[in-house]
């Protein structure tokens, strides 16, 4: 048995369960808090990237780029405009392209988003040479109009399955118990339900765009046919025309694609050249998100600030704590003293305390910032399906290590605080 | 041999300060067990504090073995306290949370004994002495009053000490216990050569000591042999 400085230290804490059980966790808190910030920022921002690794060049119409992502890639967001078909076309042929993957968007089932694309959807990747993003895990891809795949999440959520039908419903959102309009005639069938892949596209319901096509044709010819019945209603009928963007008219383009040219310098003379062009904006998803990272970091400086407070203030409680309880071993130090413990070795005891509640603190803190962590992804991964990996975090090794010198700092002062107050007011202790 | 000369102390509360003791001159020699009496407050706690080096007295010298610990510095007298003497207190003696065996080995350790096994040894000896052989691994806080200052006895003999200062040890002992703790502190010193200074209000068990020493509002009042009690 080896009664070093450390065990006694040990010890001492040990026989005060609930200060050393209370302040240990008042650290643990602040640390979990602090890491997890930051932690939840970066692990957002992989999880943003990953989402977003298989679409190269997305090209939409005029308007908000971080819009035309947020809809395109994330399924957020409503959709900007339709590009003009030919537009698309002419793209399409252009021989430094060399794929291109459509979507048409503006339709939900029960809020989950309906995707018009081709079978070329199910081409993409992450990077060249990477396996297929998208692939069926029961049934088959779509093949003809109004046949649908379904994203694992919304499989699940809704209940669907392959052979059911459902009908989808104009607009982004769903609204529960309002009246909507729903495109009933022409119901889609599910052939084929998605792997999970942790992106937001498991939220959504994939289709041939022809489909979107042909139900507004349809509905095109219905609404003349209303119009022509009641002129009165001619007002809003034109609002419905322009707008084109929540309810847009898709029977003559589509909402968005992706671009694939053959290389990096094709890839710039696109780019430059459709966003010159007066009819459509080409974005490169990394650029936006890189715009949208820096708010996310910003963010998460504002909350790393605060955390550092929090843990300003949880260092000062355990100062205080540690004050506070050797008034109550005043009696322990004298004791120690009278026994042959010099000044310096009370000195060493109550400082290692410090540097063990602090230790321990930033032990479990690390530990539990994994699990607010995991309740985030987990959060984060239902509402949004992006998911948060798990991975270590070089950054926090070094802000415990500052932690734990600021926790030294601390226990000096402690000590000190103690040094000076040794012997004085213990003589009181025992004439008492 | 404890050696007291000139020595005067007052405390001072604020602007106000009370003189609490006043020796001009005590020797305590070798080998002698002296009770020290007195009413409350008249400072007998403080002559024991005084001796070990813990207060420095406001007048006067004390000298132990030669030694004048007043010219010594802190740290020194830190270290000689811890090789020369054994203090035992009413309560408070022990470090909760450490078993006996611990609390007697840390008295050993920073008391210099250098050899780990010789401490155990030593440590192991004396709480067998006191009739602690089943007790020893157990924290001190789940131990009886009797049992604590057993401990008590043992951690402040376990170096060796030439003077045992023990402010009132018994004090909150049952009379059996009062009786077995004093018996076996005695015997011990004995054994051992040291020099006793012991504080107490029971004038039951002054017939043990060669010497009782009686402190009064003024000082000491008496210095004889004990008077046997009828
Ligand atoms: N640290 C201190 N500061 C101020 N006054 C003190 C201090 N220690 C003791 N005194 C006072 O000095 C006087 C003597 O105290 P001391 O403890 O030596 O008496 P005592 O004889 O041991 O009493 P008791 O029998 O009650 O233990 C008392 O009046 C006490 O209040
Ligand atoms: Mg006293």
């Known amino acids: 048995m080896a009664l070093s400085l450390w065990v006694m230290a040990w010890r001492q804490i040990r026989s005060r369960p609930v200060v050393t059980g209370t302040t240990i966790m008042i650290i643990a808190v602040s640390v979990a808090l602090m890491l997890s910030i930051s932690m939840a920022s970066e692990g957002i921002k992989r999880g943003i990237s990953e989402s977003s690794a298989p679409y190269g060049m997305v090209v939409g119409s005029k308007g908000s780029e971080t819009q035309l992502i947020f809809n395109t890639i994330f399924l957020l967001d409503r959709p900007l405009g339709n590009v003009p078909l030919d537009f698309y076309e002419a793209v399409k042929a252009d021989p430094r392209v060399q794929a291109v993957v459509p979507f048409a968007l503006g339709d939900n089932y029960r809020g989950y988003r309906i995707v018009g694309t081709d079978e070329r959807f199910f081409a993409m990747r992450a990077y060249p040479g990477a396996p297929p993003a998208f692939v069926i895990s029961q049934g088959q891809r779509f093949a003809h109009p109004f046949e649908a795949v379904l994203g694992a999440k919304a499989a699940q959520d809704t209940g669907l399955r392959i052979g059911d039908t459902f009908v989808s419903s104009h607009g982004t959102d769903h609204h529960e118990g309002l009246e909507i309009d729903e495109h009933r005639e022409m119901p889609y069938t599910v052939v084929g339900i998605m792997r999970p892949t942790h992106t937001p596209a498991d939220r959504g319901i994939f289709v041939h765009y022809e489909s979107y096509w042909r139900l507004h044709e349809h509905e095109s010819a219905v609404e003349h046919d209303a119009t022509r019945a009641a002129t009165s209603d001619q007002a809003a009928d034109t609002s419905h025309m322009l707008s084109g963007s929540d309810s847009g008219d898709l029977s003559h383009g589509i909402t968005a694609f992706l671009v694939h040219p053959k290389g990096y310098v094709e890839l710039m003379q696109l780019y430059q050249e459709i966003n010159a062009s007066p009819h459509a904006q080409a974005v490169l998803p990394g650029q936006v998100l890189g715009k949208i990272f820096e708010q996310i970091g910003f963010g998460a400086e504002v909350l790393g600030a605060i955390a550092w407070l929090v843990l300003a203030l949880a260092a000062i409680t355990v100062c205080l704590t540690l004050y506070q309880s050797i008034e109550v071993k005043r009696k322990d130090f004298y004791l120690m003293r009278a026994i042959g413990a010099s000044r310096l070795h009370v000195f060493f005891v109550v400082a290692l305390e410090a540097v063990w509640l602090f230790f321990l603190g930033e032990l479990f803190g690390w530990a539990l910032s994994y699990v607010v962590y995991a309740f985030l992804a987990y959060g984060i991964g239902e509402r949004l399906s992006i998911a948060m990996p798990f991975f270590f975090d070089a950054g926090a090794a070094w802000k415990l290590a500052l932690l734990l010198i600021g926790g030294l700092v601390v226990a000096v002062m402690t000590a000190l605080l103690t040094y000076r107050t040794q012997l004085d007011s213990a003589l009181r202790v025992e004439a008492s | ?230």
Do not use: C
């Not at chain 2, 106000?16 to 009413?39: H, K, M, N, Q, Y």
């Open chain 2, 1 to 230: 041999m404890i050696e007291i000369v000139e020595v005067t102390h007052t405390y001072r509360i604020g602007k106000e300060t009370i003189r609490v003791l006043e020796i001009p001159s005590l020797v305590v020699g070798p080998g002698e067990r002296v009770a020290v009496v007195g009413p409350s407050g008249s400072g007998k706690s403080t002559l024991i504090q005084i001796i070990a080096g813990l207060t420095l007295p406001t007048t006067g010298r004390v000298v132990i073995d030669g030694v004048d610990i007043g010219v010594l510095g802190e740290s020194q007298r830190d270290r000689f306290r811890a090789r020369r003497m054994g203090l035992i207190f009413q309560a408070f003696n022990l470090l909760g949370g450490f078993t006996a065996l611990e609390n007697v080995l840390m008295a050993a350790m920073w008391s210099g004994i250098k050899n780990k096994s010789e401490r155990l040894q030593a440590a192991t000896a004396l709480l067998h002495r006191v009739g602690l052989n089943d007790r020893m691994h157990v924290d001190v806080r789940r131990l009886s009053h009797g049992e604590k200052q057993r401990v008590a006895i043992a951690r402040a003999l376990v170096h060796q000490p030439s003077i045992v200062l023990a402010d009132e040890p018994t004090a909150s002992l049952d009379p059996v216990n009062k009786t077995v703790v004093l018996d076996e502190l005695l015997a011990l010193v004995r054994e051992k050569g040291a020099t006793l200074v012991f504080v107490t209000h029971d004038t039951t068990l002054l017939s043990a000591f060669t010497r009782v020493l009686t402190l009064g509002p003024g000082g000491v009042v008496s210095d004889r042999s004990p008077v046997p009690v009828g």
